[in-house]
């Protein structure tokens, strides 16, 4: 059995906390609401200092467990019962960050863990460092019902410009994801035909993860209850039946000029991941220019960040990777546990 940290990707609203739900509602997998904690952790790695000494293993969890950007308290796990595995747990970055997620999959007495964020898309590489045997689902979603969707968030407060580049980075990066990841690390499934024909996605998603399907995936809706806080009312669909109501009202929902510019920036990719274009005329110069701009602007913030990174990995003060798992353990050359012995002394 497999015991390899999953985590669902994509572009924002493409159906990724439906396929959470999906993948918590597993006898053997525990998929938490979003958390915040795991990036800024990343780039913060250097304020914890040396994580194979036990007081900096305390002062990360401390602050996973307290600091309210994190919120670590959609886990409901118990925060001085973190700390104490943490600090006793082994010496790397990953290791503590995992230790949350472990503590999360074990209130449900469930074997692995899976996280879902659509931005870590674009920061596979990232989680890699962390979790060196992990395993990647992309969500896709026509691009046109994605920006439609994005525009009535109202956590979003950017114009259609950034939705359309949005979604074009997130094909992007899936492209060079499935170029480069194994073929048992990266998979790629179209909501389109998640919500068509659930139950022979989901057994291909279960092939993939190595774990048998469980019908209980199919309807996932209890879940909801428990993966999905109360307060994001922008998910109040995944407490329903999967359903496909959503799927091409784009056509509703985008002005007419959106359209024409999602066709016209995007139409190679929506094409290339099987999807049809109306034939909207050609949207108007300052609309593809201002798109343009905008996606020059996010490659060079994107490129500038990373390379930030490359620096820090310099001057990195301990083991980044986990070394909770199985293939994790094997990968930092770490002896596996020897069983103890249960029978009785003669």
């Not at 472990?102 to 989680?127: E, I, N």
């Not at 026509?142 to 980075?169: N, Q």
């Not at 194994?182 to 139950?199: G, H, I, K, S, V």
Request: net charge positive; hydrophobic share 40%.
């Amino acid at each position: 059995m497999s015991d390899r940290p999953v985590f669902v990707i994509g572009c924002p609203r493409s159906g990724t906390t439906m396929l959470q739900l999906m993948l918590h509602s597993h006898p053997r997998m525990a998929v938490p609401p979003e958390t915040r904690f795991l990036v800024p952790a990343y780039y913060r790695r250097r304020t914890w200092g040396d994580l194979r000494v036990a007081a900096r293993r305390r002062a990360l969890a401390q602050w996973i467990a307290t600091d309210r950007s994190t919120k670590f308290r959609e886990l409901k796990i118990d925060k001085d019962e973190f700390i104490a595995q943490a600090v006793d747990g082994p010496g790397s970055l990953g290791s503590v960050i995992g230790t949350a997620f472990r503590m999360y999959a074990d209130r449900f007495d469930k074997a692995r863990w899976g996280d879902k964020r659509p931005s870590y898309v674009k920061q596979v590489d990232l989680l890699l460092r962390l979790f060196p045997d992990a395993q990647f689902i992309h969500l896709i979603r026509d691009g046109r019902d994605c920006v439609a969707s994005l525009k009535e968030m109202p956590w979003y407060t950017l114009d259609s410009f950034h939705a359309v580049s949005t979604w074009a980075e997130a094909i992007d990066a899936g492209g060079r994801l499935k170029r480069t990841l194994a073929a048992d690390t990266y998979y790629e499934l179209r909501y389109e035909d998640l919500t068509d024909d659930p139950m022979t996605e989901l057994k291909k998603l279960c092939h993939f993860l190595d774990e048998e399907f469980s019908p209980s995936m199919i309807s996932p809706r209890e879940a909801a209850s428990v993966a999905v806080p109360q307060h994001k009312i922008w998910h109040s669909n995944t407490h329903q039946e999967v359903t496909r109501a959503r799927v091409g009202s784009w056509a509703n929902r985008l002005d007419d000029w959106e359209i024409a510019l999602c066709e016209h920036m995007l139409g190679d990719r929506l094409e290339s991941m099987g999807y049809e274009l109306s034939g909207a005329p050609k949207p108007a110069k300052e609309h593809v220019t201002a798109a343009q701009k905008t996606m020059q602007k996010r490659k060079a913030s994107r490129m500038r960040k990373a390379m930030r990174d490359r620096l820090n990995r310099l001057r990195e003060p301990s083991p980044v990777a986990a070394m909770l798992t199985t293939g994790q353990r094997t990968m930092a050359g770490v002896p596996h546990q020897r069983a103890e012995l249960t029978e009785p002394a003669v």
